[in-house]
């Protein structure tokens, strides 16, 4: 999944970039500066599912 794509999701779901999402974006990052994408896209779907959590019960850090 592309930049763009990740971000319409993030949109499209109403959802928040909470302090667990950046420091997991910020994995997917170092990923991807060394050149592993696999586990970037992996990051990327866990961020949406974690992102959905907090979205129905609220925070989790």
């Given amino acids: 999944?592309?930049?763009?794509?990740?971000l319409?999701?993030?949109q499209e779901?109403?959802?928040?970039?909470?302090?667990i999402v950046r420091l997991m974006e910020q994995c997917?990052?170092?990923?991807e500066?060394?050149?592993?994408?696999?586990k970037a896209e992996i990051?990327?779907?866990e961020i949406l599912e974690i992102a959905?959590?907090?979205k129905e019960k609220g925070e989790l850090m």
């Fill in 28 to 31: 997917v990052a170092l990923f």
């Fill in 13 to 19: 779901g109403n959802y928040k970039r909470t302090q």
């Fill in 43 to 45: 990051t990327k779907w």
């Fill in 33 to 38: 500066k060394n050149d592993m994408r696999e």
């Fill in 1 to 6: 999944m592309t930049g763009k794509e990740y």
């Fill in 52 to 54: 959905e959590i907090e």
């Fill in 8 to 10: 319409a999701f993030m």
